[in-house]
């Protein structure tokens, strides 16, 4: 997925395709009343989203902002605050799913659940959205060493 000559953009845009993926698969499950499925699913996600951040904080963000002021909407605190919350609201979600039993969860449950599941979402679509525009582009311009680590990171 990651070629050396792909946009950075381009390959970042993919880590937030198969995050989605992988949110869409517990979603399903959970639609359909199937609950074991959407814990295995949902943990999937999570651990996936939590490894995300991780390398973003680690070996994405730091050249960013070592790179100079960064553009409004991209301060440490908004960056580092999405990751910390995103990561939260999908341990209490998994949590949530957690407390709903396997066998003869009412749609009302299902729906409950659901309601948190796509707070994750649309944060994570905020959140990357941010990334996209404000953050990935930067990361282009800044030598050969550093894109190389973005895509480590992104590997
Ligand atoms: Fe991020
Ligand atoms: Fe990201």
Redesign the pocket.
């Known amino acids: 997925m990651s070629g050396a000559g792909e946009a950075l953009v381009a390959v970042h845009a993919a880590v937030h395709d198969d995050l989605e993926a992988r949110w869409w698969r517990s979603a399903e499950a959970l639609t359909a009343l199937h609950l074991a499925d959407a814990k295995v699913r949902w943990a999937d996600f999570a651990a996936a989203l939590a490894r ?2 991780e390398r ?1 904080d680690a070996d ?1 963000l730091p050249p960013f902002f070592a790179a100079g002021e960064p553009p409004r909407g991209a301060s440490r605190e908004i ?1 580092a605050g ?2 910390e919350r ?1 990561v939260a609201l999908a341990g209490d979600t998994g949590r949530a799913l957690g407390d709903v039993p396997d066998e003869g969860a009412t749609r009302r449950e299902a729906i409950d659940v659901l309601d948190q599941m796509l707070r994750v979402k649309h944060l994570l679509e905020h ?2 959205i941010r ?1 996209q525009e404000l ?1 990935y582009p930067r990361l282009e311009g800044l030598g050969d060493e550093v894109r190389a680590r973005v895509l480590a990171a992104l590997g």
């Open positions: 995300h951040a973003e994405v960056m999405e990751h995103l959140h990357g990334e953050v």
